[in-house]
């Protein structure tokens, strides 16, 4: 069987093989010389027109290459004749041109052997172009609700006139003409579309002929797989009434609501047709909820080693355990973290212990409140021969709500206290100062509006946040301030390939009440990979000079930033980025001044790896009347917005 399936597929390579190589060899000795896989050493195209695309651009949609050493190293498997490299080759170079309106084109591909060891192959490709097709009208025909029309229209307008025709195009307009009809009660909607391609000039219309079909009710859902969580938990988040239209939205909705809730692993929700063929009425569908849920108790331990701010070694331990069906559908999860100075000190240098309570349905609605307490005991540390010991605590609470798809609303406080024992008031307040403890009690909201069509590496949409925060005044604590910041991000492509990203981001931070000013912690900085490039981190905005000389970042209240980026694939997963970057952070309005800003350009090269884009980009500072020339290197992960 094996023998006879290769006889065929290399039955269909002979028609493809040149003529004098046919007449030379047997037809054994083609299927051992295909067999040998040889080497691919040339490959010609004949037949296209260079101002449409050049050889070079149909090589590009080849999975064969020509061999050379680098390929060689690699071991890739494109530099010899494979199986399917017949198939591959041409499936490329006609969707290149189906995709450009060229709805006749044909495509043949040969194998030759070059003499006189037959080692190596050519590969010539001839091409017959046919002609370019654009859009004219775009009509419909069929049977289908009145008030839907406008919107399947709206769909159809894709399509503007003088457009190349791309019938694959087409194929994704009737996909989403179809999601609209399901999405408003006709999942049995059947939609076609067909093209004159006869007339001349080759302009023509596309007919979409859509029909309908019935409009359709849900059934009831009957849920399988219950057994640690109650039945309302899983009942609540099912968007699916009985009688309601049938819109497929629904049902994703409805995964996506249990799948968010942390309480599943795997869940599958269908109609019952398969189950129960003879029972299904395909006008009111049941459907049959299969769930298989995690289980309600867990125990997570992690560790790991960090340099602390003094050089020590820390060792830190946590252990947690957590019940995800406590008092019903709440989640409570108790953690205990110790962390340990080792080889220079073997001692325990600070532990907390922290109870966390997590409400799905907040007053009745999909708005999850998180609450947690923590508690940091703190350990006996000598200070000139006297020992003390810093305790602190902890409240905070935080709730979100989903508007749609894309937008975020997220609110909380938190509510510290710290207290330490074993020292005078005096050596409190210097300890405080050179450990930099401060207690902050904050009430903070955050919008983020994001319709980006991908996480790591967009191409259309924007990214919005909005931030504010009102740190002490009625809440008491060390500090008084205000914080807000707003950043926004576009994206989208203006050359095939390349994807232009702008964001501009406005900071300000003020203190008031009996704060003379904010905390150099929580002011803004700026300079380095993910803001100014050019600039080393926190190099940019105001400066002061220490004893020794040295420029040491002073932090802004206020940040201006615009950035500027062009990305575009290279080969494979590396990728290529064109950047201006502008901006800079100022102490007051009094100082922002065209003159003060600082500007940067550069490239940079990216490789897309599972975890982000790993970025290395060289910059160069744009000499100005404060900024001298100088230029970096920057290495991080993900894009900088």
């Given at each position: 069987?094996?023998r006879?399936?290769?006889?065929?597929?290399?039955?269909?390579?002979?028609?493809?093989v040149?003529?004098?190589?046919?007449q030379?060899?047997?037809?054994?000795?083609?299927?051992?010389?295909?067999?040998?896989k040889?080497?691919?050493?040339?490959?010609?195209?004949?037949?296209?027109?260079?101002?449409?695309?050049s050889?070079?651009?149909?090589?590009?949609?080849?999975?064969?290459?020509?061999?050379n050493?680098?390929?060689?190293?690699?071991?890739?498997?494109?530099?010899?004749?494979?199986?399917?490299?017949?198939?591959?080759?041409?499936?490329?170079?006609k969707?290149l041109y189906?995709?450009?309106?060229?709805?006749?084109?044909?495509?043949e591909?040969?194998?030759?052997?070059?003499?006189?060891?037959?080692?190596?192959?050519?590969?010539?490709?001839?091409?017959?172009e046919?002609?370019?097709f654009?859009c004219?009208?775009?009509?419909?025909?069929?049977?289908?609700?009145?008030?839907?029309s406008?919107?399947?229209?709206?769909?159809?307008?894709?399509?503007?006139?003088?457009?190349?025709?791309?019938p694959?195009?087409?194929?994704e307009?009737?996909?989403?003409?179809?999601?609209?009809?399901?999405?408003?009660?006709?999942?049995?909607?059947?939609?076609?579309?067909?093209?004159?391609t006869?007339?001349?000039?080759?302009q023509?219309?596309?007919?979409?002929?859509?029909?309908s079909?019935?409009?359709?009710?849900?059934?009831?859902?009957?849920?399988?797989?219950?057994?640690?969580?109650?039945?309302?938990?899983?009942?609540?988040?099912?968007t699916?009434?009985?009688?309601?239209?049938?819109?497929?939205?629904?049902?994703?909705?409805t995964q996506q609501?249990?799948?968010?809730?942390?309480?599943?692993?795997?869940?599958?929700?269908?109609?019952?047709?398969k189950?129960?063929?003879?029972?299904?009425?395909?006008?009111n569908?049941?459907?049959?909820?299969?769930?298989?849920?995690?289980k309600?108790?867990?125990?997570?331990?992690?560790?790991?080693?960090?340099?602390?701010?003094?050089?020590?070694?820390?060792?830190?331990?946590?252990?947690?355990?957590g019940?995800r069906?406590?008092?019903?559908?709440?989640?409570?999860?108790?953690?205990?973290?110790?962390?340990?100075?080792?080889?220079t000190?073997?001692?325990?240098k600070?532990?907390?212990?922290?109870?966390?309570?997590?409400?799905?349905?907040?007053?009745?609605?999909?708005?999850?409140?998180?609450l947690?307490?923590?508690?940091?005991?703190?350990?006996?540390?000598?200070?000139?021969?006297?020992d003390?010991?810093?305790?602190?605590?902890?409240?905070?609470?935080?709730?979100?709500?989903?508007?749609?798809?894309?937008?975020?609303?997220?609110?909380?406080?938190?509510?510290?206290?710290?207290?330490?024992?074993?020292?005078s008031?005096?050596?409190?307040?210097?300890?405080?100062?050179?450990?930099?403890?401060?207690?902050?009690?904050?009430?903070?909201?955050?919008?983020?509006?994001?319709?980006?069509?991908?996480?790591?590496v967009?191409s259309?949409?924007?990214?919005?946040?909005l931030?504010?925060?009102?740190?002490?005044?009625?809440l008491?604590?060390?500090?008084?301030?205000?914080?807000?910041?707003?950043?926004?991000?576009?994206?989208?492509?203006?050359?095939?390939?390349?994807?232009?990203?702008t964001?501009?981001?406005?900071?300000?931070?003020?203190?008031?009440?009996?704060?003379?000013?904010?905390?150099?912690?929580d002011?803004?900085?700026?300079?380095?990979?993910?803001?100014?490039?050019?600039?080393?981190?926190?190099?940019?905005?105001?400066?002061?000079?220490?004893?020794?000389?040295n420029?040491?970042?002073?932090?802004?209240?206020?940040?201006?930033?615009?950035?500027?980026e062009?990305?575009?694939?290279?080969?494979?997963?590396?990728w290529?980025?064109?950047?201006?970057?502008?901006?800079?952070?100022?102490?007051?309005?009094?100082?922002?001044?065209?003159?003060?800003?600082?500007?940067?350009?550069?490239?940079?090269?990216?490789?897309?790896?599972?975890?982000?884009?790993?970025?290395?980009?060289?910059?160069?500072?744009i000499?100005t009347k404060y900024?001298?020339?100088?230029?970096?290197?920057?290495?991080?992960?993900?894009?900088?917005?």
């Open positions: 069987m094996v006879l399936f290769k006889l065929l597929i290399f039955a269909q390579l002979l028609f493809f040149g003529p004098a190589y046919s030379d060899k047997t037809e054994r000795d083609l299927i051992r010389w295909l067999n040998s040889p080497s691919i050493k040339k490959i010609i195209v004949e037949g296209n027109d260079e101002e449409i695309f050889d070079k651009k149909i090589r590009s949609q080849m999975f064969s290459r020509e061999n050493l680098l390929r060689a190293i690699r071991g890739d498997r494109s530099r010899k004749l494979q199986r399917e490299s017949l198939w591959r080759d041409t499936s490329g170079i969707y189906l995709s450009q309106g060229f709805l006749g084109v044909q495509v591909e040969k194998f030759e052997p070059i003499l006189p060891d037959s080692s190596t192959a050519k590969i010539i490709v001839n091409i017959t046919g002609r370019q654009v004219d009208e775009v009509t419909f025909a069929g049977d289908y609700p009145e008030e839907l406008a919107e399947l229209e709206k769909v159809g307008e894709k399509f503007r006139k003088s457009d190349v025709l791309n694959f195009k087409a194929r307009v009737v996909l989403e003409m179809k999601a609209l009809l399901a999405n408003n009660g006709y999942p049995y909607a059947s939609i076609n579309y067909s093209l004159d006869l007339t001349a000039p080759p023509t219309d596309i007919l979409f002929t859509v029909i079909d019935s409009l359709v009710h849900f059934g009831p859902v009957h849920v399988n797989g219950i057994r640690e969580f109650q039945e309302a938990v899983v009942n609540r988040e099912i699916i009434n009985s009688g309601d239209v049938y819109r497929r939205k629904e049902i994703i909705n609501r249990l799948l968010e809730s942390g309480n599943y692993l795997t869940l599958s929700l269908n109609p019952d047709d189950v129960n063929p003879a029972a299904f009425d395909r006008l569908p049941k459907f049959i909820l299969n769930l298989k849920e995690k309600p108790h867990y125990i997570s331990l992690k560790t790991g080693a960090a340099q602390d701010s003094l050089k020590d070694l820390t060792w830190t331990l946590a252990a947690s355990w019940k069906n406590f008092l019903g559908s709440r989640r409570l999860e108790l953690t205990a973290s110790s962390a340990f100075i080792v080889v000190d073997w001692r325990l600070e532990h907390f212990y922290r109870a966390r309570l997590t409400e799905p349905w907040f007053l009745g609605i999909r708005m999850p409140l998180t947690s307490a923590q508690l940091s005991p703190g350990v006996r540390t000598p200070i000139e021969d006297q003390y010991r810093k305790q602190s605590w902890s409240l905070t609470a935080s709730t979100y709500r989903k508007i749609g798809s894309k937008l975020v609303i997220q609110t909380g406080f938190e509510y510290e206290e710290v207290n330490i024992y074993g020292l008031e005096e050596q409190q307040i210097i300890l405080k100062r050179e450990e930099g403890i401060r207690v902050q009690r904050k009430v903070f909201a955050d919008i983020t509006r994001d319709s980006r069509n991908n996480l790591f967009p259309t949409g924007s990214f919005t946040t931030h504010g925060e009102y740190v002490g005044g009625i008491n604590g060390d500090d008084s301030f205000l914080n807000f910041q707003t950043s926004w991000s576009r994206y989208q492509v203006v050359w095939p390939g390349w994807i232009m990203a964001r501009f981001k406005l900071g300000v931070v003020r203190e008031f009440g009996k704060s003379e000013s904010v905390p150099i912690d002011r803004l900085y700026l300079g380095g990979a993910n803001s100014i490039r050019g600039f080393s981190e926190k190099g940019l905005g105001p400066q002061v000079i220490d004893e020794d000389g420029s040491i970042p002073e932090g802004s209240n206020i940040l201006l930033i615009g950035n500027l062009f990305r575009y694939p290279i080969l494979g997963k590396f290529g980025s064109l950047f201006l970057d502008g901006g800079n952070g100022f102490r007051n309005q009094e100082e922002i001044d065209w003159d003060l800003m600082a500007f940067s350009y550069g490239t940079g090269v990216q490789f897309l790896s599972p975890a982000g884009p790993i970025r290395l980009d060289y910059a160069r500072r000499k900024y001298s020339f100088d230029e970096r290197f920057h290495l991080t992960i993900l894009y900088a917005f």
